[in-house]
């Protein structure tokens, strides 16, 4: 996808994730935050033609090659459009509850074990100082990896693979969580959508 950038479509319902995560906070979410960052995206490229083929996802893994004007509001909006997109797309309500194939074994060879990832990833998005995302990617070594990142940045910037992320802004979380973020992470567990996580892990690995 490349400009001008569609909001894409949740692919269920703002109700479909309770009741870990509430249609209230889905709706405001994606309907004026992640719209927010589409429009803002747009408006910052629509001036700038020969950046209009480009996606989202190589805007950010070519920040340095932007125009000096532009290059803050592409990282904050074009950030906050990818990750969202990746956000709604990794969740699912009914989905497994666990990954499996290829994508549990070298969980389990990065990690030791599935529970021990879920623990790092919480920890690295629960410990993010203010805003921010929790990231389980694919580095430039095609090996897994967990960390975090402020704002909307994305883990395309370093050059990576983003295969899982949970979104640790309060917008995300607060109406239903308040200050209790690691309700919110515990939560989130239960709606990841591991079929989408493996088929995002198999790309990225080539």
Known sequence: MAYPFQLPDLGYEHDALE???DARTMEIHHGKH?????KKLNAALEAHE???????EDLLRNLESLPDGIRTAVRNNGGGYANHALFWDI??????SSPSGELASAIEAAFDSF????DKVSDAAGGRFGSGWGWLVVDDSKKLAVYSTPNQDSPFMKGHTPILGVD???HAYYLKYQNRRPD???AFWNVVNWDRVAERFAAARG
């Open 115 to 118: 529970d021990s990832l879920k």
């Open 91 to 96: 969740m699912t309500p009914g989905g497994a």
């Open 34 to 38: 992640h719209a927010g960052y589409t």
């Open 184 to 186: 919110y992470l515990s």
């Open 19 to 21: 009741p870990h995560i």
């Open 50 to 56: 020969s950046l209009h083929s480009r996606s989202a």
């Open 168 to 170: 640790v802004w309060e």
